[in-house]
T-cell receptor, first 115, second 110 residues
C-alpha cells in the first residue's frame, strides 16, 4: 500500500523563477493539503484540494497556486520565487474533506532552496 | 486569526523520566491532533481528540483534551531514546484550517 509520494525530493532555484511540485496521495485518499515548513518551525497550511477544487487557503500570496487532478494527485506551483520561499514543502493526504480535518498522512516532502 | 502555542519549545529529559508538553489555543477547537516528526523526517500522525475532557493512551503516551476544548497535553512516561523528535499539535476550529503549533523538540539523555 503506497503512502504519499512527492517529487522531486530536492530542488534548487534562483529568485524570480517558477517551480512545480508534485504529490500522489495515499491509496484511497481523496483530499490533498500542502504545507510549508521552514527550518525549526511547524508546518504552515498553504491550501487544501478536494474534488479538484481549492477548499481552504492559508495566509499565502497568490504566487502560490495549485491543482488537483481526477486521480486525486496534486501540484503546487510557486511563481516569482523569493529567498523566503526556501523551505520543506509537505504534501498530506486524507479522506473526506467534508467531515473536518481528518488525520493527515504526510509525504517525505520536497526541499526547495532558493539562491 | 487562530493561534496555537506549544510549551516548552525544547525538552531535555533523562532516559527513564516522565515529561509533559502542552498545547494552547486562542479559540475553542473542534478537534486536535498530535504528530511526531523525527529529525530529517516528516510528521507522523499519533492521535486525534474530539471530545471535551477526552483522554487517550498509546502505550507510554497519554493525550488529553481540555474541558474547555482550548488546550491539550501529551504526557510521556519512562522516556526512551526512541522518543526523540519534535511533537506537534495541530488544531482545528470550526470552519478554520488546521493550524500547527511550533512544536516541542525532545532530546533524551541516556
Amino acid at each position: 500500500d503506497a503512502g504519499v509520494t512527492q517529487s522531486p525530493t530536492h530542488l534548487i532555484k534562483t529568485r524570480g523563477q517558477q517551480v512545480t511540485l508534485r504529490c500522489s496521495p495515499k491509496s484511497g485518499h481523496d483530499t490533498v493539503s500542502w504545507y510549508q515548513q521552514a527550518l525549526g518551525q511547524g508546518p504552515q497550511f498553504i491550501f487544501q484540494y478536494y474534488e479538484e477544487e481549492e477548499r481552504q487557503r492559508g495566509n499565502f500570496p497568490d504566487r502560490f497556486s495549485g491543482h488537483q487532478f481526477p486521480n486525486y494527485s496534486s501540484e503546487l506551483n510557486v511563481n516569482a520565487l523569493l529567498l523566503g520561499d526556501s523551505a520543506l514543502y509537505l504534501c498530506a493526504s486524507s479522506f473526506g474533506s467534508g467531515r473536518g480535518y481528518q488525520p493527515q498522512h504526510f509525504g517525505d516532502g520536497t526541499r526547495l532552496s532558493i539562491l | 486569526g487562530q493561534q496555537v502555542m506549544q510549551i516548552p519549545q525544547y525538552q531535555h529529559v533523562q532516559e527513564g523520566e516522565d515529561f509533559t508538553t502542552y498545547c494552547n489555543s486562542s479559540t475553542t477547537l473542534s478537534n486536535i491532533q498530535w504528530y511526531k516528526q523525527r529529525p530529517g523526517g516528516h510528521p507522523v500522525f499519533l492521535i486525534q481528540l474530539v471530545k471535551s475532557g477526552e483522554v487517550k493512551k498509546q502505550k507510554r503516551l497519554t493525550f488529553q483534551f481540555g474541558e474547555a476544548k482550548k488546550n491539550s497535553s501529551l504526557h510521556i512516561t519512562a522516556t526512551q531514546t526512541t522518543d526523540v523528535g519534535t511533537y506537534f499539535c495541530a488544531a482545528e476550529a470550526a470552519g478554520n484550517k488546521l493550524t500547527f503549533g511550533g512544536g516541542t523538540r525532545v532530546l533524551v539523555k541516556p
